[in-house]
Nanobody, 124 residues
Framework: QVQLVESGGGLVQAGGSLRLSCVVS????????MGWFRQAPGKEREFVAAISESDGSTHYADSVKGRFTISRDNAKNTVYLQMNSLKYDDTALYYCAADRGMVITRLPQRYDYWGQGTQVTVSS
């Protein structure tokens, strides 16, 4: 079975940076589209970024374009989210997710596997 483990969250001052990592178990990582989502208290789970399994194409939420970068290292079964110029509104629990489908998607219901999340807190 597939397991996802996120790391790299923490407390950071506004304007700072963090890099989240997500390690995926199994030998089929390269066949998954990978996504990052986040959820703040009292809010719905929100799409952040996604990356395809093959050509490296990416999608970003408008709120993070130009600040966040998603990447993957298939040899390490790992997907990353580099977060720069962090804002208070970026504060959330960040989840990594894997999709077995061949079409990159922003829809959380299309993702098959989820990590437990890593907390990102941005202070002023």
């Amino acid at each position: 079975q597939v397991q996802l483990v996120e790391s790299g969250g923490g407390l950071v001052q506004a304007g700072g940076s963090l890099r989240l990592s997500c390690v995926v178990s199994g030998r089929t990582f390269s066949s998954y589209c990978m996504g990052w989502f986040r959820q703040a208290p009292g809010k719905e789970r929100e799409f952040v970024a996604a990356i395809s399994e093959s050509d490296g194409s990416t999608h970003y939420a408008d709120s993070v374009k130009g600040r966040f970068t998603i990447s993957r290292d298939n040899a390490k079964n790992t997907v990353y989210l580099q977060m720069n110029s962090l804002k208070y509104d970026d504060t959330a629990l960040y989840y990594c997710a894997a999709d077995r489908g061949m079409v990159i998607t922003r829809l959380p219901q299309r993702y098959d596997y989820w990590g437990q999340g890593t907390q990102v807190t941005v202070s002023s």
